[in-house]
C-alpha cells in the first residue's frame, strides 16, 4: 500500500488541492483509492468529496494518532491513501502522527523565499520520525514545487538550491493555473494527463531503486 502524506509548515501552500489531484490520478492508474482529512479546523477534502462528489471515499480523521487508528479502519481494501495533513506549524502532533505511517511524504512548496524558509522545519520532522517508525527509518519524501511561473526562473532555481542541499525534488512541477485554483469542489477529470498524474507515477516507483527519488 501507498501511504502519502502531503505537509507544509502552514496553509496555503496547495495541499489539499494536491492530495485530491494525486489520488484522483491513482484512481485512474486503476488503484482503489482513500482519502484521509486530517484538517479538522477546515475539512477541505471532505468537503470537496461531498460536493464534487469524488468517486473515492475520504474519512475525516483530525487526531494525533492517525498511525495507531488508520491500520483497522482502513484494513486492506485501498491500495492508495492521501492524507491532506493540517498545516504544521499549528498542529504538529496531527502531521508527525501521519508521517510515521506514511510511507511517502509530499511536501508542497512555492519557489519563493517565504516557502523555501518553510522546509527546514518539516524536514526536521521526517527526520524525526525515524525514530518512531517500525524499520528506524524515514518514509521516502520529496519536493513538489507548485504554483510555478514558467515564464520565470525560481521554478528551476529553487530545484537546484533544494537538490544541492541532500533533498529530493520531483521532477513534475504544478504550474499557476485556474484549473488547480478552481478545482475545489468540482469533479477531478484526466488527473493522469495534468503534472499532478506525472507526480503520482513518481511517488508510486519513489524508493524501488534504494534511494529516497
Given at each position: 500500500m501507498i501511504r502519502f502524506a502531503v505537509?507544509?509548515?502552514k496553509g496555503g501552500s496547495q495541499k489539499t488541492t494536491s492530495t485530491g489531484f494525486l489520488l484522483a490520478a491513482l484512481h485512474e492508474v486503476g488503484l482503489p483509492v482513500c482519502g484521509v482529512d486530517g484538517d479538522g479546523e477546515n475539512l477541505h477534502l471532505q468537503k470537496w468529496q461531498e460536493q464534487a462528489p469524488l468517486p473515492w471515499p475520504v474519512?475525516?480523521?483530525?487526531?494525533s494518532n492517525l498511525h495507531v487508528q488508520l491500520p483497522g479502519i482502513l484494513g486492506d481494501r485501498y491500495e492508495a491513501?492521501?492524507?491532506?495533513c493540517p498545516p504544521m506549524q499549528a498542529q504538529k502532533g496531527t502531521v508527525a502522527s501521519a508521517i510515521r505511517w506514511a510511507t511517502h511524504v509530499v511536501i508542497t512548496m512555492a519557489p519563493t523565499p517565504t516557502d523555501y524558509d518553510r522546509l527546514a522545519p518539516v524536514l526536521e520532522l521526517i527526520?524525526?520520525?525515524?525514530s518512531m517508525r517500525p524499520d528506524s527509518r524515514p518514509p521516502h519524501f520529496a519536493v513538489l514545487l507548485?504554483?510555478?511561473?514558467?515564464?520565470?526562473a525560481s521554478g528551476g532555481v529553487y530545484r537546484d538550491i533544494?537538490?544541492?542541499a541532500?533533498?529530493?525534488?520531483?521532477?513534475?512541477?504544478?504550474g499557476i493555473s485556474d484549473v488547480y485554483a478552481q478545482a475545489w469542489g468540482s469533479p477531478i477529470k484526466n488527473a493522469l494527463r495534468t503534472p499532478y498524474g506525472d507526480a503520482a507515477i513518481e511517488i508510486m516507483n519513489m524508493g524501488q531503486e534504494g534511494d529516497q527519488a
Amino acid at each position: 500500500m501507498i501511504r502519502f502524506a502531503v505537509v507544509n509548515l502552514k496553509g496555503g501552500s496547495q495541499k489539499t488541492t494536491s492530495t485530491g489531484f494525486l489520488l484522483a490520478a491513482l484512481h485512474e492508474v486503476g488503484l482503489p483509492v482513500c482519502g484521509v482529512d486530517g484538517d479538522g479546523e477546515n475539512l477541505h477534502l471532505q468537503k470537496w468529496q461531498e460536493q464534487a462528489p469524488l468517486p473515492w471515499p475520504v474519512i475525516a480523521m483530525p487526531v494525533s494518532n492517525l498511525h495507531v487508528q488508520l491500520p483497522g479502519i482502513l484494513g486492506d481494501r485501498y491500495e492508495a491513501v492521501g492524507i491532506d495533513c493540517p498545516p504544521m506549524q499549528a498542529q504538529k502532533g496531527t502531521v508527525a502522527s501521519a508521517i510515521r505511517w506514511a510511507t511517502h511524504v509530499v511536501i508542497t512548496m512555492a519557489p519563493t523565499p517565504t516557502d523555501y524558509d518553510r522546509l527546514a522545519p518539516v524536514l526536521e520532522l521526517i527526520d524525526e520520525s525515524a525514530s518512531m517508525r517500525p524499520d528506524s527509518r524515514p518514509p521516502h519524501f520529496a519536493v513538489l514545487l507548485t504554483k510555478v511561473n514558467k515564464r520565470a526562473a525560481s521554478g528551476g532555481v529553487y530545484r537546484d538550491i533544494i537538490e544541492e542541499a541532500g533533498t529530493p525534488v520531483l521532477k513534475a512541477e504544478v504550474g499557476i493555473s485556474d484549473v488547480y485554483a478552481q478545482a475545489w469542489g468540482s469533479p477531478i477529470k484526466n488527473a493522469l494527463r495534468t503534472p499532478y498524474g506525472d507526480a503520482a507515477i513518481e511517488i508510486m516507483n519513489m524508493g524501488q531503486e534504494g534511494d529516497q527519488a
